[in-house]
């Protein structure tokens, strides 16, 4: 039935040859191994042959055919495929019973139009449009965050809130006393350095007791709240999101819910309470503290008497100057205990995950506080504070 010579030879490289049958025919040799993880021959090949001879009719020759996988299916329904489009005949009498069957199967159960959707690169409109949206989201999480924290301190002021008082006090000791030794470091050379940058200018003119002046009234009114703050956000921040995330990983938040009791007023509320309490202690502390930083090398750099130095400061600083301070970081302390809570909350199902809630957490954390503090300072002057 076949007349003519093969036109390819046949070997382990070429797996595919054409011969030409007695009827005109294009008779199709498949050889070799056809998987996936050999080189196929494409399909343009045959198509190029069913070009030069005009041929109206495939069949197949497998008698050489290895071992196949995928590929070889792959290849025969992009083959059908071209088949179709030039009305060419497809005889698969020739192929494996296997291959056959799996053919029929295909042909069998059509592929759903618009199954395939080509991938189109979006405008720059579109673009614009999916950057604002996802924006969005974020920020309509965090209002509804702070709803439902709302709602929590209003079932405390009602005295409905669900939580153990054992976990408050354990959680005013972690933010307030187990946060004094690096708050009196941070503190105590933040005013050191205050004191020494201002140290080198005023002595230029002869006005080095003013340097009581700047670092009293720097640290009461703006640095002693906010570095404190980002020491806790660090600190404090962070520790509130590995631990409400790995509580979510384990299932617990779940487990809280299933028993009908509100995570916000289990989990949230307590910690919320304990940092808006020992914020303005740690504060108030900071000042005082970032002061005699600033007396130490007022009085060992500038060779300033103590008392001399004590009374400057004390008359530089005022009461409102100290109460604003201190009502900063009471707010910057509700927003670090929401910024850790509702990155823990929002935290993934992983260990990696933890991590990176931990690591959001401390960076909305400063980032409320340094806009806070802007706030306040426009707010502030404005209100002639």
Request: aromatic fraction near 8%; proline fraction near 3%.
């Amino acid at each position: 039935m076949v007349s003519s010579a093969p036109e390819s030879t046949i070997t382990p490289d070429h797996p595919l040859s054409f011969d030409r049958g007695a009827d005109g025919a294009l008779v199709v040799r498949l050889a070799g191994v056809w998987q996936l993880s050999s080189t196929l021959p494409p399909v343009s090949t045959v198509e190029r042959q069913l070009s030069d001879s005009a041929s109206r009719r495939i069949v197949f020759d497998s008698t050489r055919l290895g071992a196949w996988d995928s590929g070889l299916l792959t290849f025969l329904v992009d083959l059908d495929a071209v088949c179709a489009r030039r009305g060419t005949q497809m005889d698969r009498s020739g192929l494996p019973t296997g291959v056959q069957r799996l053919l029929a199967l295909a042909a069998a159960v059509p592929e759903r139009a618009g199954a395939r959707q080509e991938s189109v690169a979006p405008s720059w409109l579109a673009r614009i449009g999916l950057a604002f949206t996802g924006a969005r989201q974020p920020i309509l999480d965090m209002l509804g965050f702070i709803g439902e924290a709302t709602a929590a301190f209003g079932s405390l002021l009602r005295g409905r809130a669900r939580f153990r008082r054992s976990d408050l006090l354990l959680l005013i000791q972690q933010a307030g006393a187990d946060a004094l030794g690096i708050v009196t470091l941070i503190s105590f050379l933040v005013g050191a350095i205050l004191a020494f940058v201002g140290a080198v200018q005023l002595e230029q003119f002869g006005a080095a007791i003013y340097v009581a002046d700047l670092v009293g009234i720097a640290m009461v009114r703006e640095m002693g709240a906010m570095m404190t703050a980002i020491v806790i956000a660090g600190r404090t921040g962070a520790a509130y999101a590995a631990q409400l995330g790995s509580m979510k990983v384990t299932q617990e938040i779940d487990a809280l819910t299933t028993m009908g009791i509100s995570p916000l007023e289990f989990l949230v509320l307590p910690r919320m309470l304990a940092l808006c309490l020992m914020m303005p202690l740690l504060c108030f502390y900071a000042d005082f503290v970032g002061i005699l930083g600033g007396g130490a090398v007022g009085v060992g750099m500038l060779h300033l008497a103590p008392l001399v130095y004590y009374r400057q400061t004390a008359a530089a600083v005022h009461l409102g100057d100290l109460a604003g301070g201190v009502f900063k970081a009471s707010v910057y302390g509700v927003l670090i205990a929401l910024s850790g809570c509702l990155r823990g909350l929002q935290c993934g199902n992983s260990s990696s995950a933890v991590g990176d809630a931990a690591t959001a957490a401390v960076v909305t954390g400063i980032v409320f506080v340094i806009s806070a503090c802007g706030l306040f300072a426009v707010m502030f002057y404005v209100l002639g504070i």
